[in-house]
């Protein structure tokens, strides 16, 4: 395998081009009459250099995209490249090593494997690929995140916002082409949430890293630079320059159409799509 | 509750199963054995009640002795006609039988068993009582013709008309097979030749008048206890051992009954270890799942349930689970019990199925034992669980595995410890057998009990050092499975504790055995100082032909013979000792570095004279030139005078206590009619000893019972019979290894379980299946080889102190089989990775997704 880390050098100007994209990406769960549809021919873009949010309510898809577009899933229809790569169609195996050494993730909770310091952790995916870390680029993502003194600590003696720190420097560590965050301050107390917000904005402004983040806070998503909205398995509306009151206002308008939906009693999921579709 | 019980029985029953199998096993042996002695002493009651005579007279047994001096009590023929006469006897039938024939076919195969039965030849006498039939051919007639049972038949392919040569006491004589007898009972193995009554005293006693035996048989409305009083009054009390046919029966019972209970005690240890480790396995399995339940019973808790009644449900699972075990356990149990008669029936021993004998204490002690084990076993995570406060509903689910403070088991251990290791340190120190031999096993038995409860405190060192190029040789992967390892020492200590207790068996009994070993080595290489020694395997003696034909042989110098006799020695402490006595020819130092305390052989092995080890004399107040008053079987006494004290370390070794030796001739004077038991051969002046051996063994090619050895042979020989031993220990080893694996497979597969997350994760971030593979596989390797390594250091520690008791019985060699240890270690190396391969292979198929959604 090339070094995909060195041909995406950070700080290259955002937006020179796309990093993960899907077209007709389709995700069905059960067969026949009992199938459910959690993603519907989505068609996405997701940006070279840039924060992007995706929201939605629980339900709309918004972790099935996260998980389909990172090589986590497989899709039942559609395409999905990462880079020039088109990952459906890999192998389990290529898509492993795909996920090592061209992704990072950030989960909500669980991110650190219990038994390992937190610097073995952060170094972790690239030891398993065999791998040294740029020991000076390592230096500046632990110094960057301020785990300089908690290196030799096991997970269990760190903060939920120390952890996520540590997974977050595990992701930039290896300059990955994406890096995919599920709810990643979805455990964490607002303060603590800001900082590793603040470390994600941080990446893709400093080091022209590309974030893509699941989060169904409004004040999350406020950090990215373009929110897309998912619902019931279609991106039905995207935010550039989101702000938290914009996008609270517009996560309303779901909740809103769900609530007339269910006053009329017409819960079905064709008849919700399309009135938000409308809203 | 019971409700909830049984659903959560049935929800976990995969989880359960490797426990199931544990108490299958334990249960499988204890009922296998007992129903196998119970079929065997059942079959064998039967034969001996259904064929004795109503009275059996036979010559007096005083001394109760085994030991072959190859020499056939006799009583006359006459007796007979006299009993025939005595008023209720209807007949009386004198009986010919010689216990220690050899029996050579055309091709000068040995027909005899291979297992050390006995190959008899007897007369050809049927009645309503014979154990056999003749099936085909004809009843032998004359001196050239026999008999022959049909198992041996079958088993050497002998037909009729074919040629054997029967060699007894007084001659060999050939003979013609002109039928075949088949066992309409139980042949217990020996193999067996039927001559015509009218010959076979004559060529099996060396005298017509002579029998071995009279059966007399009652006639109708005389019971057997009359009829032997009067057969006693008959023949005065105190001449013959008089039996009814119960007491015949009880005796010859009694007489197989040791070889049973051989088998039988061979059995209970297997169920032992097998209950033993089984034990640990659902300890760790019954903790595990309740670690894993600790928010469902939370919550249970939370709901109202008391503790008693948490505690009740998990103990009730048990009780379940041991139901389940026992009820398979019986059934596999009967499975083995079929297996071995089967097997036995390999060996000559003619068992039938069908005759399987299943008592009532057999399904008893299957649940006792498969039942109470488990419940034993759950009660104490049982109380662990009644343990768990209503909060553990509420709080996090923590991450797996996070052990309790070890203070309780390092103090019980450090203690326990203690005493074992003085235990093992008296044992050591102590001059007398007895005391060594009961302080041995106390110190085993607590030095076992501290390993196993400070195993767990011992697992942080120890796999640091074992893991502790892991993380170099094999990466992130090594150190994850190293630490892995580490993470809960609990229960990594109790699934290395099975394999434990199987392998410090192993380690000690190896030492000891190589101890043993190198003892006889040492003593062989000292005393033997013969070219040759003749003898065969069993220590049977063998016809004089044998002896005439090696002194026959061209370039043979000096031959001495041996023989053995039963001695009671009557000692001026008061003692009277019965033990076996050498009798050798004169010259016996040519053949033998014999060291004298006192006294030489001339004056030991001279008529009247007798010498002994200078220890066993010293302790009963015997001199040099004491008489003692010795007493020969058969009612013979001597007084003979103590002609030589010896420094013989190994003869307690070698079962005879006292070393008693003395001349042939005295022998042959008191026990008439031996047979030598070897023959100490060296070449003549001028010939070269490797030139001697071919020719002496053609010479002795037509008696296959006797080989030639060299001191080389002659050290196999023994090594040989010693690894019998070794072959039980192996057999144990292996029954402990396959539950050992059971629990190395239950704790990896909880593990798996345990930490779905945190595989999850791993694999999202790139690691691949494989990689996850070799992580639980080295996981797995570390846990098995900390095992082996405590067990082994433990059995090390056992063997040394071992072979400390054997030293006081003269086996001062001490050595340890390095080769058998690595071999040891790096085969459980091999079973950690069997171990992992189903975990290993279940953590990798675990979808990624499903994984990381786990709760």
């Known amino acids: 395998m090339s070094t995909p880390a060195a041909e995406h050098a950070p700080g290259l100007s955002p937006a020179d081009g796309v990093a993960a994209r899907a077209r007709g990406l389709t995700k069905a769960y059960g067969s026949g009459e009992t199938a459910v549809l959690a993603l519907d021919s989505v068609d996405v873009d997701v940006v070279r250099g840039r924060f992007t949010a995706v929201m939605g309510p ?69 030891d398993i690929a065999g791998r040294r870390p740029d020991p000076a680029w390592l230096e500046q993502v632990i110094d960057a995140l301020g785990l300089r003194d908690r290196l030799r600590h096991r997970p269990a003696q760190l903060s939920g916002g120390q952890q996520q720190r540590v997974a977050c420097a595990r992701a930039l560590v290896s300059r990955p082409e994406l890096i995919f965050a599920d709810e990643p301050t979805g455990n964490l107390d607002s303060r603590a949430g800001l900082e590793v917000l603040g470390f994600l904005r941080q990446a893709v402004d400093e080091l022209g890293q590309t974030v893509v983040m699941v989060t169904h806070d409004p004040g999350a998503a406020a950090h990215s630079d373009l929110v897309l909205f998912l619902a019931d398995g279609r991106i039905v509306d995207e935010m550039e320059r989101p702000t938290a009151e914009a996008v609270l206002e517009r996560m309303k308008r779901f909740d809103g159409v769900r609530a007339a939906v269910e006053d009329t009693g017409r819960g079905t999921d064709g008849t919700g799509a399309d009135g938000e579709r409308r809203g | 509750m019971l409700r909830a019980t049984l659903r959560s029985f049935l929800a976990h029953k995969g989880r359960l199963l490797l426990s199931a199998l544990a108490v299958v096993l334990s249960v499988a042996f204890v009922a296998g054995s007992l129903i196998f002695s119970d079929t065997v002493s059942r079959t064998f009651d039967r034969l001996f009640a259904s064929t004795a005579a109503d009275v059996t007279v036979a010559p007096k047994d005083d001394f109760g002795s085994r030991v072959a001096t190859g020499a056939v009590r006799t009583v006359p023929a006459a007796l007979a006609d006299r009993l025939a006469r005595v008023p209720g006897a209807a007949s009386a039938h004198a009986e010919v039988r010689a216990d220690n024939v050899t029996v050579v076919d055309a091709q000068r195969r040995f027909l005899g068993s291979t297992t050390g039965a006995p190959t008899i030849a007897s007369d050809w006498y049927v009645t309503d009582r014979s154990p056999v039939e003749l099936t085909s051919g004809h009843a032998p007639r004359g001196a050239g013709e026999a008999l022959l049972d049909a198992d041996t038949a079958d088993r050497k392919h002998v037909r009729i008309g074919d040629t054997l040569t029967v060699m007894a006491q007084p001659g060999t004589l050939r003979v013609r097979v002109v039928g075949i007898a088949t066992f309409t009972t139980t042949n217990p193995g020996a193999s067996h030749v039927y001559l015509d009554p009218r010959v076979a005293a004559a060529k099996l006693l060396g005298s017509p008048a002579r029998a071995t035996g009279v059966t007399v048989q009652a006639a109708p409305g005389v019971s057997d206890a009359v009829l032997k009083q009067r057969v006693v009054a008959a023949v005065g009390a105190g001449a013959y051992d008089v039996k009814t046919a119960a007491e015949h029966a009880k005796s010859s019972a009694e007489q197989l009954g040791t070889f049973l209970d051989v088998i039988k005690y061979v059995m209970l240890g297997f169920a032992g270890i097998a209950v033993l480790v089984g034990i640990f396995l659902i300890v760790n399995t019954f903790s595990m799942l309740i670690a894993q339940r600790t928010r469902e019973l939370g919550l249970l808790r939370a709901l109202g349930a008391d503790r008693r009644q948490v505690r009740r449900s998990v103990l009730t699972e048990a009780v379940l689970l041991g139901l389940v075990g026992s009820t398979l356990g019986l059934a596999a149990g009967i499975g083995l019990a079929a297996g071995l008669i089967r097997l036995m029936g390999a060996f000559g021993m003619n068992l039938r199925a069908a005759d399987m004998v299943v008592g009532r204490p057999t399904p008893v002690a299957a649940y006792v034992v498969g039942v109470g084990v488990t419940f034993v076993a759950a009660y104490l995570p049982a109380r662990r669980a009644a343990a768990v406060s209503p909060m553990a509903a509420l709080a996090d689910a923590d991450v797996a595995g996070v052990g309790r403070p070890l203070r309780t088991r390092a103090v019980v251990g450090a203690v326990v410890g203690a005493l074992g290791v003085a235990a093992l340190a008296g044992c050591a120190a102590a001059s007398r057998t007895a005391s060594a031999a009961s302080l041995l096993g106390l110190g085993v038995v607590l030095t076992l009990v501290a390993t196993v409860v400070a195993g767990p405190l011992l697992v942080r060192p120890v796999i640091r050092v074992l893991g502790g190029a892991f993380p170099a040789l094999f990466g992130p992967v090594g150190r994850m499975s190293q630490r892995n390892a580490l993470r809960n020492p609990r229960r990594t200590g109790a ?105 030489g052989s001339a004056a030991a092995l001279a008529p009247g004279g007798i010498g002994m080890d200078a220890d066993f004399a010293r302790d009963h107040g015997v001199r040099l030139g004491s008489v003692l008053p010795v007493e020969f079987p058969g009612g013979r006494r001597a007084a003979l005078k103590v002609g030589a004290l010896t420094d013989q370390d190994a003869a307690e070794g070698f079962g005879m206590q006292g070393g008693v030796f003395l001349g042939l001739a005295t022998v042959e004077r008191y026990v008439p009619g031996g047979q030598d038991t070897a023959l100490y051969v060296n070449a003549a002046a001028g010939t070269d000893a490797d030139r001697l051996r071919p020719r002496l063994e053609r010479a002795l090619n037509p008696y296959p019972q006797v080989q030639v050895r060299d001191q080389a042979d002659y050290k196999e ?25 059971l629990g190395v497979v239950n704790t990896l597969a909880l593990s798996v379980v345990e930490r779905t997350r945190e595989i999850g994760l791993l694999r999202a971030i790139g690691l691949a299946r494989r990689q996850l593979r070799r992580m639980i596989r080295l996981e797995s390797v570390v846990i098995a080889v900390f095992g082996a390594v405590l067990g082994l250091a433990l059995g090390l520690v056992w063997g040394v102190c071992t072979q400390q008791v054997l030293a006081l019985q003269g086996m001062k060699a001490l050595a340890v089989p390095w080769g058998t240890i690595v071999a040891v270690v790096v085969g459980s190396a091999v079973v950690g990775v069997v171990a992992a391969l189903l975990p290993a292979l279940r953590a990798s198929r675990m979808n990624v997704l499903a994984a990381i959604a786990h709760e």
């Open chain 1, 58 to 126: 629980s339900g709309s898809g918004k972790s099935t995209l996260m998980h389909c577009l990172a090589g986590l899933d497989t899709v039942s229809a559609g395409q999905v490249w990462l880079g020039d790569t088109e990952i459906t169609g890999l192998r389990e195996r290529e898509l492993t090593q795909l996920r090592r050494d061209r992704i990072g993730f950030m989960f909500q909770s669980f991110n650190l494997i219990p038994t390992l310091s937190a610097a073995e952790n952060i170094t972790l995916p690239m």
């Open chain 2, 495 to 599: 699934t290395a504790a099975a394999l434990m207790v199987g392998l410090a068996l192993v380690g000690g009994m190896s030492v000891a055995s190589a101890s043993m070993s190198a003892s006889f080595d040492q003593q062989i290489d000292r005393t033997l100082g013969a070219d040759f020694v003749v003898q065969n395997a069993n220590f049977i003696p063998f016809s004089e032909e044998v002896t005439d034909r090696v002194r026959g042989t061209e370039g043979v110098g000096l031959v001495v013979r041996q023989r053995f006799a039963p001695v009671a020695l009557r000692l001026p402490d008061g003692r009277r000792v019965t033990t076996t006595a050498s009798g050798y020819d004169p010259r016996v130092d040519d053949v033998a570095h014999v060291t004298y305390v006192g006294g």
């Open chain 2, 717 to 741: 020989l023994v090594h040989d019979q010693i690894a019998v031993l070794l072959y039980l220990v192996y057999a144990l080893l292996g029954l402990a290894i396959v539950i050992a694996v």
